[in-house]
């Protein structure tokens, strides 16, 4: 591994957390797919060498609870699944090198061939340990099949998370007051033995590789509770019969936990890529373990690879434990590369509520594209609305906004207009050099697109070529062609001449972005193959001397096709909300990574309060100093604030849902006559103000100074 600027001399891998098999995709699912795939065709413009993969995870409760009550086989009913995404992510130009599942014979071998590592290091134990037991159903209750309070904050949790509470994977037998979702009845704890992973004995392994993690702030921070905490080690067996058997005689009827086998499928379809293309195109082996000698599959003459390869891994934040912590363990212990990088992506939302697979409040997958929409507009979207590990509202209206506002009227606008303009007046590319202040504008498009990229920030590396767009049509517009033709021909032809290279330019740095459309438009510039191809000094090369007519790459969205989605939305809701009183638990199931959950808004409260007591609410403008988590609490964190006269320190459960490091200088509304307490042992002298179960903390239009009373 490198942590030298992409590109590198090694080989990268990209990877998505794998889709849990158990459910239809919807658009807010495909954020991280997204944003992997621009990311791998990023790199490979920059010229590295990369392999972008994923599969999907096909074992855990859920998929034997589902398939059960539908009358199949768990592996019929994952299989299903699976072919599904395999057809899906293409049709949203989302390109995998190699997408595999964890049922597979390459995944089962290669997670069993890992344990035995890990077992033969010293790093696997057996221990006796309580586990729920159904005396009515007659069968132990393996995660999902229990359910309980949460040991740690009360809350109402699942046998391996409190998803409800304060997040914190929970271990077999942790769960308090357990009862079995198999006959709802109170279930009972027997003694059973399980086997071990000592995470806790490569805990200071893990205290440096959280240091020198890249990626979003969100997977560099939040792992650290976990990492420079008490570790506890990790249970990697389950009782079931869906899963992969624990290897060798002394796993009995165990199976290994799904956050075993899933993690694995990386490498596993990492090195079915190989198999597939050769060790000579791309060698898992250099990629994925640490220092020594590879062997290709082709018999070749070994190669050495010094460090392994570059690992990104692309995960929704509910996984960033699992990737930060468990997985970085399991590789350290069995000679594999750590990774180099977690970027972990924000939720999204829809119409500012979370989507609800029970109550049909989602856009699903297949649904945008039978409306008629190319997938390059999405992908944009979710690309570049917002910061990758932050939030992200998608509603028809914002949606129609930046397509027309940015894509058509910023994007499709100067290519249009430039290159029609190339076409009547020169029948293509005028025979001009380009000026100096374009190659410099198109040079420094190409530093913003590396330096997102290095960021880790799709957001950045999109954002290049809409500027440098919007940079063509000021140039244009300042320049006017259509006045120099006649006045001066030399000069026009060299405005034109410059606007056609800034054409190519944004075709090879906003394909990663929109590569359907990008393709188009280098059908358009008369290019040979494909944009697939090129690297960022292609941005340079001169185009063809002669193109065809183009055509519009981007259309408008109208008003009344938005108010048509909307209504058809509602409608569907309400049709499913007529049918069926279902809560939102199944939605839990749908997929292990970026699952948004419903939000269920409280009702207004019926009982007023005058304006009198209103007044008596001490309600300040405040400014975020410091901020840092508290040691042994999973939600809380201690900030430092300005609010004018003093500064205040106030305890606020923000901890798991912001960057505290990235808080400082943040305006916020805070109470500031509260009644002072003390939570884990820290005083908090007022109350921040924030919305919703996400915490979005508010703040001010304009710029109010610290101390500000709101009235």
Request: aromatic share 10%; glycine share 8%; proline share 4%.
């Amino acid at each position: 591994m490198s942590h030298e600027d992409f590109p590198t001399e090694n080989p990268a891998v990209v990877t998505c957390g794998l889709p849990y098999a158990n459910g239809d995709l919807h658009i807010g699912h495909l954020r991280t797919y997204v944003g992997g795939d621009i990311y791998s065709r990023s790199l490979r413009t920059l010229g590295q060498q990369t392999a972008f993969v994923s599969g999907s995870d096909m074992h855990g409760t859920p998929v034997a609870v589902n398939a059960e009550k539908e009358g199949v086989t768990p592996e019929e009913f994952a299989l299903r699944h699976h072919e599904k995404y395999e057809a899906t992510f293409p049709r949203f130009n989302i390109e995998f090198d190699n997408y595999g599942h964890t049922h597979d014979e390459t995944n089962t071998e290669l997670t069993q061939e890992i344990v035995r590592t890990l077992e033969a290091e010293g790093y696997v134990y057996e221990k006796e340990i309580p586990v729920a037991y159904d005396p009515e159903a007659d069968q132990w209750l393996p995660d999902r099949f229990v359910e309980g309070a949460c040991p740690y904050c009360g809350a109402h949790a699942r046998g391996d998370e409190c998803d409800e509470g304060c997040g914190r994977h929970l271990e077999p037998g942790e769960i308090e007051e357990p009862t079995s979702t198999l006959t709802g009845n109170p279930a009972e704890y027997r003694e059973r033995e399980h086997k071990f992973f000592a995470v806790s004995d490569l805990q200071e392994y893990l205290q440096e590789f959280i240091d020198r993690l890249e990626g979003t702030s969100n997977a560099q921070n939040q792992p650290r509770e976990w990492i420079e905490g008490e570790l506890q080690d990790w249970c990697i067996t389950r009782d079931m019969d869906w899963g992969i058997d624990y290897p060798g005689d002394e796993g009995d009827d165990l199976v290994l936990y799904v956050w075993v086998d899933a993690p694995i499928e990386y490498i596993s379809s990492t090195k079915q890529y190989t198999e597939r293309v050769g060790a000579d195109t791309f060698d898992w082996e250099a990629a994925w373990k640490d220092a020594g000698v590879s062997e290709s599959d082709a018999g070749s003459e070994a190669r050495r690879t010094e460090s392994g390869g570059d690992i990104v891994h692309i995960i929704g934040r509910d996984i960033i434990q699992h990737h930060t912590v468990f997985w970085p363990a399991m590789l350290r212990g069995a000679g594999y590369v750590e990774p180099r990088a977690v970027m972990a992506s924000g939720f999204i939302t829809l119409n500012g509520k979370g989507f609800s697979t029970s109550r049909n409040r989602a856009v699903w997958a297949d649904e945008y594209l039978d409306e008629g929409f190319h997938p390059d507009l999405l992908r944009y979207y979710l690309a570049t609305n917002g910061g990758f590990q932050q939030d992200v509202d998608f509603s028809w209206s914002k949606f129609k906004d930046r397509v027309n506002s940015e894509l058509v009227g910023t994007v499709g606008n100067f290519l249009y207009r430039s290159m029609l303009f190339a076409y009547r007046n020169f029948e293509g590319t005028p025979d001009a050099d380009v000026s100096e202040e374009v190659e410099a504008r198109i040079e420094e498009a190409i530093d913003e697109f590396e330096a997102g990229i290095n960021d880790y920030s799709v957001r950045q590396a999109g954002n290049a070529a809409v500027r440098l767009a919007q940079f063509g049509n000021e140039y244009i517009q300042r320049n006017e062609p259509w006045k120099l033709t006649d006045e001066d021909p030399e000069a026009a032809a060299q405005v034109i001449r410059d606007c056609v290279q800034i054409a190519k330019a944004i075709a090879v740095l906003f394909f990663p972005v929109a590569p359907g459309k990008m393709q188009a438009l280098w059908e358009q510039l008369g290019e040979d193959g494909s944009v697939t191809d090129t690297a960022v000094d292609d941005a340079f090369e001169a185009p063809p001397a002669s193109f065809g007519e183009p055509e519009a790459l981007f259309e408008k969205i109208e008003d009344e096709r938005v108010e048509e989605l909307n209504e058809k939305l509602e409608a569907r809701v309400a049709e499913t909300e007529s049918e069926s009183d279902e809560s939102d638990e199944d939605a839990e199931n749908d997929m292990d990574a970026d699952s948004d959950a419903d939000i269920d808004f409280e009702p207004i409260a019926d009982d007023r309060i005058s304006f009198e007591e209103f007044q008596d609410l001490d309600i300040r403008v405040g400014e975020i100093v410091a901020a840092e988590g508290i040691d042994g609490a999973d939600k809380l964190a201690r900030l430092t604030v300005d609010i004018g006269v003093e500064e205040r320190q106030i305890v606020a459960g923000i901890k798991q849902l912001h960057d505290l490091d990235a808080l400082s200088g943040t305006k916020v509304i805070i109470v500031a006559n509260l009644e002072k307490a003390e939570l884990f042992g820290v005083e908090s002298n007022g109350m921040l103000l924030a919305a919703g179960d996400e915490a979005d903390i508010l703040t001010t239009h304009g710029d109010a100074v610290p101390g500000t009373k709101v009235q």
